[in-house]
């Protein structure tokens, strides 16, 4: 007679593929997935009653930010509550390794006097093995970070890589790619990727591509210029053969919000000529990245001392207010949140929008914003809302869309837990199943589920997870499907969801 470790008696399960739900059990062995069927209690030596609840596997966090978190609070608290049990790090162009030169030094300073974090490690693979030794929470993987690749041969420079620059570029991508890394990521939003060429962009996805890779993008524009953005991102794949992934495909701006039908024209239509483009989303209206996001390209050029040095220079801040009030109307810093901040000074403005913030310094907006920035080293964080509801239920319908956080692993408690951030850090599985399951019925609960498990899993190649089937592993989360439910608000947002009673990773309980 076999047995088993762990039990799960009387589950209703839904297997990542988007087959309709069935009743069940699972047996788990070590782990892996050992039998689905019919099991007898006696036969586990642990046995979980499952009666009303949904068995689906694991959520697979496809575009998350915890490089560095996961080896600062080794708990993964806000990502396990919610049943995430594999992410996928450095998204955006922002990854942990490899990393070189002026950048690692940045960085390594950074982290130390933020959270004593030693991020001394150089290449892909020493920087897994740091993780390893000292053990982790849940399935991690990582993309190699354009922007990261790029600071460390030129630094924060503007201008064209030479050759030989290129050339060393190329050499740490494909080490990266040697030591594990499941594709190349890009911010064409943020330096120094916002600087390079278009050509510059093929000869590293050209490389990642010939090693088995697959390329995800923060677009250049999300707002004005989001169609030519897009356009650019499918004319890199096209060009060089590599699987896309556009990272949280959004129309931001009330102007920009009637170009939904535009975007979902140039997708499909790339579709159709067979070029592998799928995206990912977080199921929100606001987003969440540093503030300096929103300065013109030229201020952010030369590092982070050079970009301080131009916001406390009066003349310079009389151009780079000219520049943004063209672009942006004063109320529209009435929807952008403070959200982290690092000076005890200014912690109290966190919560409030930058616009009442500055009211209440007794500044007018732009000095206060300078000031904000500059005081805080340019590491000061908002969460912006730009985005309309209407075309979030449809970015979410479309069959080639996934669910993605892109936010980091923290806590409650502990060295991550400052500031006030964005409640997908929290909430955002849970809520596409509460909120566009079961309340706006925007999808049912087989495709939402195949949106966080089994899609992402097939688009970056991760095999055996992202679905329940026999030999699988054994990533799985029980949870109520008329109690599982968002707790984290803009508000509110470290709170911890409310209706799933079991996350199991590898064939343990987490």
């Known amino acids: 007679m076999k047995s088993f470790d762990i039990v799960i008696k009387g589950a209703e399960i839904i297997d990542g593929t988007g087959s309709p739900e069935f009743h069940g059990d699972i047996g788990i062995s070590g782990d892996r997935i050992g039998l689905i069927g019919a099991i007898h209690d006696e036969k586990g030596r642990r046995v979980i009653k499952a009666d009303g609840m949904i068995a689906s596997p694991g959520f697979v966090d496809i575009h998350s930010h915890s490089d560095y978190y996961l080896l600062i609070d080794r708990r993964g608290e806000s990502k396990i509550m919610q049943g995430v ?108 990727a916002c600087f390079s060429q278009e050509e510059e962009i093929i000869r590293l996805c050209q490389l990642v591509r010939d090693m088995g890779g697959i390329f995800t993008i923060h677009m250049r524009s999300e707002g004005d210029l989001l169609t030519e953005a897009i356009e650019e991102a499918i004319r890199i794949s096209s060009k060089t053969g590599i699987p896309l992934q556009i990272s949280h495909l959004k129309t931001a701006g009330r102007d920009n919000w009637t170009k939904i039908d535009k975007v979902f024209s140039i997708i499909e239509e790339a579709r159709g000529r067979g070029i592998d483009v799928t995206a990912d989303r977080y199921p929100y209206i606001a987003g969440n990245t540093l503030l300096c996001a929103i300065m013109p390209n030229w201020v952010l050029e030369g590092g982070s001392a050079t970009v301080i040095s131009r916001t406390k220079d009066l003349g310079l801040r009389k151009k780079i207010e000219e520049e943004l009030s063209k672009k942006r109307d004063p109320s529209s810093f009435d929807r952008i949140i403070i959200s982290q901040v690092f000076k005890d000074s200014n912690r109290p403005y966190e919560g409030l929008s930058i616009l009442r913030a500055a009211g209440i310094a007794g500044k007018d907006l732009y000095t206060f914003l300078f000031d904000l920035l500059a005081e805080e080293k340019m590491l000061a964080e908002g969460i912006f809302f730009s985005m309309d509801e209407e075309n979030l239920k449809r970015v979410l319908s479309r069959p080639y869309v996934m669910v993605a956080s892109d936010s980091a692993a923290t806590g409650q408690d502990g060295p ?95």
């Open 85 to 192: 049990t594999s992410e996928i790090g450095g998204n955006c162009g922002y990854s942990a390794a490899p990393v070189d030169g002026e950048e690692l030094e940045e960085r390594k300073k950074t982290y130390r006097d933020l959270y004593g974090l030693e991020a001394d490690w150089v290449n892909l693979d020493d920087y897994l093995k740091r993780l390893e030794a000292g053990g982790l929470p849940l399935n991690f993987g990582l993309l190699i970070g354009h922007n990261t690749i790029r600071a460390s041969v030129m630094g924060a420079r503007a201008d064209k890589p030479t050759e030989a620059e290129m050339e060393r570029m190329l050499e740490m991508v494909g080490s990266g790619m040697e030591d594990g890394a499941f594709g190349i990521s890009t911010g064409l939003i943020y330096p120094p």
């Open 416 to 510: 991550l837990s400052k500031g006030r951030p964005h409640p997908r850090g929290f909430g955002t599985f849970p809520r596409v199943i509460s909120r566009y399951v079961r309340e706006e019925r925007v999808l049912d609960l087989e495709t939402a589920i195949k949106k966080m498990t089994y899609d992402p899993c097939m688009k970056f190649g991760i095999r055996d997870r992202g679905i329940i089937k026999i030999g699988s592993y054994a990533d799985i989360v029980l949870f109520d499907p008329e109690r599982i439910k968002d707790l984290a608000s803009y508000d509110d947002p470290k709170q911890f969801p409310e209706g799933i009673a079991y996350v199991i990773i590898n064939g343990e309980v987490a």
